[in-house]
Protein backbone atom coordinates (compact mmCIF):
# COMPACT_ATOMS: atom_id res chain seq x y z
CA UNK A 1 0.00 0.00 0.00
CA UNK A 2 1.06 3.21 -0.64
CA UNK A 3 2.65 2.95 -3.39
CA UNK A 4 4.20 6.18 -5.13
CA UNK A 5 1.70 6.88 -8.33
CA UNK A 6 2.86 9.58 -10.58
CA UNK A 7 0.22 10.88 -11.74
CA UNK A 8 -0.37 14.85 -12.57
CA UNK A 9 -3.19 16.17 -10.62
CA UNK A 10 -3.80 14.45 -7.29
CA UNK A 11 -7.90 15.20 -7.79
CA UNK A 12 -7.71 13.25 -11.24
CA UNK A 13 -5.73 9.94 -9.89
CA UNK A 14 -7.48 6.79 -10.77
CA UNK A 15 -6.69 5.03 -7.49
CA UNK A 16 -8.25 1.72 -7.61
CA UNK A 17 -8.87 2.00 -3.69
CA UNK A 18 -10.71 5.19 -2.77
CA UNK A 19 -9.59 5.24 0.82
CA UNK A 20 -6.19 5.99 -0.47
CA UNK A 21 -7.13 8.68 -2.63
CA UNK A 22 -9.44 10.33 0.00
CA UNK A 23 -6.02 9.89 2.67
CA UNK A 24 -3.69 11.08 0.16
CA UNK A 25 -6.30 14.27 -0.35
CA UNK A 26 -6.43 14.81 3.49
CA UNK A 27 -2.88 14.55 3.86
CA UNK A 28 -2.07 16.95 1.33
CA UNK A 29 -4.00 19.71 2.99
CA UNK A 30 -2.79 18.77 6.42
CA UNK A 31 0.94 19.13 5.34
CA UNK A 32 0.27 22.06 3.74
CA UNK A 33 -1.05 24.03 6.30
CA UNK A 34 1.00 22.59 9.40
CA UNK A 35 4.42 21.27 7.51
CA UNK A 36 5.66 17.87 8.37
CA UNK A 37 5.98 18.50 12.52
CA UNK A 38 2.92 20.06 12.54
CA UNK A 39 0.78 17.03 11.11
CA UNK A 40 -1.01 14.74 13.19
CA UNK A 41 -1.81 11.58 11.74
CA UNK A 42 -5.29 11.54 13.55
CA UNK A 43 -6.24 15.13 12.11
CA UNK A 44 -5.34 13.28 8.50
CA UNK A 45 -7.80 10.27 9.48
CA UNK A 46 -10.35 12.73 10.74
CA UNK A 47 -10.34 14.87 7.74
CA UNK A 48 -10.26 11.63 5.35
CA UNK A 49 -13.70 10.43 6.97
CA UNK A 50 -12.07 7.14 8.63
CA UNK A 51 -10.12 5.57 11.92
CA UNK A 52 -6.41 5.94 12.70
CA UNK A 53 -6.45 2.21 12.29
CA UNK A 54 -7.39 1.91 8.93
CA UNK A 55 -5.19 4.94 8.06
CA UNK A 56 -2.32 3.10 9.38
CA UNK A 57 -3.32 -0.10 7.22
CA UNK A 58 -2.41 1.99 4.25
CA UNK A 59 0.37 4.49 5.64
CA UNK A 60 2.31 2.34 8.58
CA UNK A 61 3.93 6.18 9.44
CA UNK A 62 3.39 9.97 9.25
CA UNK A 63 6.87 10.18 7.43
CA UNK A 64 5.72 7.27 5.10
CA UNK A 65 2.43 9.16 4.05
CA UNK A 66 4.42 12.06 4.15
CA UNK A 67 6.85 10.85 1.45
CA UNK A 68 4.07 9.79 -0.83
CA UNK A 69 2.48 13.41 -0.93
CA UNK A 70 5.63 15.17 -1.21
CA UNK A 71 6.32 13.07 -4.35
CA UNK A 72 3.18 13.68 -5.68
CA UNK A 73 3.63 17.36 -5.39
CA UNK A 74 6.76 17.52 -6.68
CA UNK A 75 6.12 15.93 -9.62
CA UNK A 76 3.35 18.09 -10.61
CA UNK A 77 5.58 21.09 -10.02
CA UNK A 78 8.43 19.64 -12.72
CA UNK A 79 6.59 17.10 -14.47
CA UNK A 80 6.84 18.78 -17.90
CA UNK A 81 9.99 21.08 -17.20
CA UNK A 82 12.44 18.46 -18.64
CA UNK A 83 10.08 17.29 -21.37
CA UNK A 84 9.77 20.84 -22.51
CA UNK A 85 13.53 21.82 -22.33
CA UNK A 86 14.18 18.99 -24.53
CA UNK A 87 12.14 20.38 -27.00
CA UNK A 88 13.83 21.32 -30.03
CA UNK A 89 12.27 24.33 -31.18
CA UNK A 90 13.82 28.19 -30.81
CA UNK A 91 15.27 29.74 -27.74
CA UNK A 92 11.70 32.43 -27.09
CA UNK A 93 9.19 29.43 -28.12
CA UNK A 94 11.18 27.58 -25.02
CA UNK A 95 10.73 30.46 -22.89
CA UNK A 96 7.12 30.53 -23.59
CA UNK A 97 6.47 27.15 -22.72
CA UNK A 98 8.37 27.23 -19.84
CA UNK A 99 6.53 29.93 -18.34
CA UNK A 100 3.46 29.00 -19.93
CA UNK A 101 3.44 25.40 -18.08
CA UNK A 102 4.86 26.31 -15.08
CA UNK A 103 1.94 29.08 -14.36
CA UNK A 104 -0.52 26.69 -15.49
CA UNK A 105 0.01 24.22 -13.68
CA UNK A 106 0.72 25.94 -9.90
CA UNK A 107 -2.95 27.42 -11.30
CA UNK A 108 -4.29 24.34 -11.18
CA UNK A 109 -2.23 22.97 -7.63
CA UNK A 110 -1.90 26.64 -5.66
CA UNK A 111 -0.78 24.63 -2.69
CA UNK A 112 2.74 23.57 -4.44
CA UNK A 113 5.50 26.06 -4.47
CA UNK A 114 4.84 27.00 -0.37
CA UNK A 115 4.96 23.19 0.28
CA UNK A 116 7.43 22.12 -1.71
CA UNK A 117 9.67 25.11 -0.52
CA UNK A 118 8.87 24.24 2.86
CA UNK A 119 10.29 20.97 3.21
CA UNK A 120 12.98 21.64 1.10
CA UNK A 121 14.01 24.16 3.57
CA UNK A 122 12.79 21.63 6.70
CA UNK A 123 15.07 18.68 5.77
CA UNK A 124 17.16 19.91 1.78
CA UNK A 125 19.43 16.56 2.20
CA UNK A 126 16.19 14.61 2.03
CA UNK A 127 15.09 16.41 -1.02
CA UNK A 128 18.75 15.43 -2.80
CA UNK A 129 18.19 12.40 -1.65
CA UNK A 130 15.19 11.27 -2.61
CA UNK A 131 15.01 13.07 -6.13
CA UNK A 132 18.72 12.94 -7.17
CA UNK A 133 18.98 16.34 -9.29
CA UNK A 134 22.33 16.07 -9.95
CA UNK A 135 20.82 12.74 -12.18
CA UNK A 136 18.63 15.08 -14.00
CA UNK A 137 20.62 18.27 -14.83
CA UNK A 138 21.42 17.38 -18.50
CA UNK A 139 18.39 19.59 -19.73
CA UNK A 140 19.42 22.45 -17.53
CA UNK A 141 22.53 22.19 -19.10
CA UNK A 142 21.31 22.15 -22.85
CA UNK A 143 19.16 25.13 -22.02
CA UNK A 144 22.01 27.08 -20.99
CA UNK A 145 24.39 26.16 -24.01
CA UNK A 146 21.05 27.37 -25.77
CA UNK A 147 21.09 30.60 -24.37
CA UNK A 148 24.92 31.13 -24.55
CA UNK A 149 24.95 30.29 -28.28
CA UNK A 150 21.92 33.06 -29.01
CA UNK A 151 24.15 35.35 -26.87
CA UNK A 152 27.55 34.60 -28.83
CA UNK A 153 24.55 35.16 -32.32
CA UNK A 154 23.96 38.46 -30.62
CA UNK A 155 20.18 37.78 -30.82
CA UNK A 156 19.95 38.52 -26.76
CA UNK A 157 22.17 40.52 -24.43
CA UNK A 158 25.04 39.30 -23.15
CA UNK A 159 23.10 37.78 -19.59
CA UNK A 160 24.73 34.65 -17.45
CA UNK A 161 22.05 31.79 -18.60
CA UNK A 162 21.50 31.08 -14.48
CA UNK A 163 20.10 34.43 -14.26
CA UNK A 164 17.93 34.09 -17.09
CA UNK A 165 16.54 30.98 -15.72
CA UNK A 166 16.27 32.24 -12.33
CA UNK A 167 14.84 35.42 -13.43
CA UNK A 168 11.66 33.25 -15.69
CA UNK A 169 11.24 30.74 -12.46
CA UNK A 170 10.94 33.45 -9.62
CA UNK A 171 8.60 35.16 -12.21
CA UNK A 172 6.24 32.39 -12.70
CA UNK A 173 6.30 31.02 -9.02
CA UNK A 174 6.18 34.48 -6.71
CA UNK A 175 2.59 35.65 -7.06
CA UNK A 176 1.48 32.29 -5.94
CA UNK A 177 3.57 32.30 -3.12
CA UNK A 178 2.79 36.05 -2.35
CA UNK A 179 -1.07 35.61 -3.20
CA UNK A 180 -2.77 36.72 0.23
CA UNK A 181 0.44 39.89 -0.04
CA UNK A 182 -0.66 40.82 -3.96
CA UNK A 183 -4.53 40.29 -2.57
CA UNK A 184 -3.85 42.99 -0.02
CA UNK A 185 -1.92 45.03 -1.82
CA UNK A 186 -4.01 45.40 -5.07
CA UNK A 187 -7.16 45.42 -2.79
CA UNK A 188 -9.13 42.26 -5.11
CA UNK A 189 -10.71 39.23 -4.66
CA UNK A 190 -9.84 35.37 -5.60
CA UNK A 191 -11.66 35.92 -8.84
CA UNK A 192 -9.53 39.35 -9.59
CA UNK A 193 -6.01 37.07 -8.51
CA UNK A 194 -7.12 34.26 -11.12
CA UNK A 195 -7.49 36.77 -13.89
CA UNK A 196 -4.27 38.53 -12.99
CA UNK A 197 -2.71 34.99 -13.21
CA UNK A 198 -4.42 34.02 -16.12
CA UNK A 199 -3.05 37.26 -17.40
CA UNK A 200 0.64 36.57 -16.86
CA UNK A 201 0.86 33.22 -18.47
CA UNK A 202 1.33 35.05 -21.78
CA UNK A 203 3.04 39.03 -20.15
CA UNK A 204 5.54 36.99 -18.46
CA UNK A 205 6.96 35.17 -21.33
CA UNK A 206 6.70 38.78 -23.59
CA UNK A 207 8.26 40.73 -20.50
CA UNK A 208 11.46 37.63 -20.44
CA UNK A 209 11.16 37.64 -24.07
CA UNK A 210 11.49 41.61 -24.60
CA UNK A 211 14.13 42.52 -21.98
CA UNK A 212 16.93 39.90 -23.66
CA UNK A 213 16.04 41.07 -27.25
CA UNK A 214 18.72 43.02 -28.84
CA UNK A 215 16.69 46.21 -30.06
Do not use: C, W
Amino acid sequence: MGKFMPYFHLNKMAYKNPTEEKILKAAQEVFQNKGFTGARMQEIADKAGINKGLLHYYFTSKETLFKQVFAIALKKMLGKLNEVLEKDVDLYTKIRLIIDNYIFILSKNRFIPNFIFQEINRDPEYFNKIYQFKNNIQSIKKFEEEIKAEVKKGNIIDIPPKQLIINIISMSIFPFMAKPMAKTIFDISDKEFNALIEERRKLVAEFTIQAIKIK
